[in-house]
């Protein structure tokens, strides 16, 4: 059995992450767009437990996941012709600063008082997502390394 328990948690979090100039409204519900890689028997595990409890917890909430082999060009291209998903995946909080510069991302401050993410993450996790005193991205996962 495939524990995503703390990959949902994450993921929710992940979920305020709205890029500027992106977040659609269709009717009455609200769309979110994710770009994330394929990864294979877990797609379905996540479609299962995460999306569709989000959906049912959050009715006027849509969130879709468009998994791509490349997504890092995907994202980066999105970005630079204004029509970047809701959530992005870079390859750690150092990319995040270019973005933060350009103005491409919103910061998360508001969302993180609200649902209490300080205490809920490691302390590491939470400043490394700080710019400028602003909480700008959330790790997906961390891992510990064991050196013998």
Request: hydrophobic share 45%; charged share 20%; net charge neutral.
């Amino acid at each position: 059995m495939i524990d995503i328990s703390r990959f949902t948690g994450i993921a929710t979090a992940l979920v305020a992450l709205l890029v500027l100039g992106t977040h659609a409204a269709h009717a009455q519900k609200a769309q979110t767009r994710w770009v994330d890689q394929p990864r294979g028997a877990l797609d379905k595990v996540i479609d299962e437990r995460f999306v569709a409890s989000l959906h049912a917890a959050n009715p006027n909430l849509e969130l879709k996941i468009i998994r791509q082999e490349d997504h890092e060009k995907f994202v980066r291209m999105s970005i630079q012709a204004g029509t970047a998903p809701d959530i992005i995946q870079t390859n750690g909080p150092s990319e995040v600063i270019d973005l933060v510069r350009a103005g491409k991302v919103v910061a998360l401050d508001d969302y993180a008082k609200k649902f209490g993410w300080a205490d809920k993450m490691l302390p590491w996790a939470y400043q490394a997502g700080l710019v400028n005193g602003k909480l700008y991205s959330v790790p997906q996962t961390y891992e510990s390394m064991l050196l013998y």
